[in-house]
């Protein structure tokens, strides 16, 4: 059963507090890997996907790696408008290709 | 603007009644899934649909029901069986770039489901 972990559940950060988030996985084949943010009441916001390991993407303030059993999205310098959770899924080779999700990290930026 | 829209953005249910909320999207996406979120847990899969008229059950799909009439729109029945319907209701969509394999998901701004 494929299975993704977030880590940690709720995380603090005074603004300019560089850090990174973990998405741990286990899959039987990484078809790939799902980065999104997701603010209270709102629906998810894609920001990245990744398909093998030593991948690496970026997007502002937001970068996101993957190896073959983790993935990290690391946020420099951020700022009190990248507050929100955010959601890391996985979508396996075989079966029905249909992405599991972990329960996210809740993000919160003081200025 | 392509996107997904998702109406109504809150909905009360009263005890024994059906009530359906609506997902259209105009991307030109074959694939459309319902997702159901409640605090502290992940997205979990009620129904999803590849093509038009074909729909499979997803991990909690008791209590719900679904139509695909048309490849815009996907939508969700909330029937009396569902005994604990309160959470957030949300619709994605994705291409089907090849047999079996879907591309990323892009999702609805969500509607969230109250009982009265």
């Known amino acids: 059963e494929d299975q993704v972990t977030q880590s940690p559940e709720a995380l603090r950060l005074q603004e300019g507090e560089s850090s990174s988030l973990n998405c741990s996985y286990t899959?039987?084949?990484?078809?790939?890997l799902f980065w999104y943010r997701q603010d209270p009441g709102k629906g998810p916001e894609f920001l990245f996907t990744?398909?093998?390991a030593g991948e690496e993407k970026e997007k502002e303030r937001l970068k996101a790696t993957l190896t073959k059993k983790e993935s990290f999205l690391h946020i420099t310098a951020p700022k009190p408008e990248d507050s929100a959770t955010y959601l890391c899924a996985v979508q396996a080779t075989g079966g029905s290709y249909i992405p599991t999700f972990g329960r996210g990290t809740s993000l919160i930026v003081h200025p | 603007d392509g996107g997904i829209t998702q109406s109504p953005k809150y909905l009360f249910r009263k005890e024994g009644q059906n009530v359906t909320l609506s997902c259209e999207q105009n991307?030109?996406?074959?694939?459309m899934y319902w997702y159901r979120q409640d605090p502290g847990q992940g997205l979990r899969l009620i129904y999803y649909s590849q093509i038009v008229n074909d729909f499979q059950k997803g991990d909690i799909a008791e209590g719900y029901s679904v139509s695909r009439e048309k490849k815009e729109s996907f939508p969700l029945t909330v029937t009396s069986a569902q005994k604990n319907p309160t959470a957030f209701y949300l619709c994605a969509s994705s291409m089907v770039a090849g047999v079996g394999v879907r591309e990323t998901q892009y999702f609805g701004p969500g509607t969230r489901l109250l009982v009265l």
């Open positions: 990744l398909y093998s």
């Open positions: 991307l030109n996406h074959d694939a």
């Open positions: 899959v039987s084949g990484l078809r790939g």
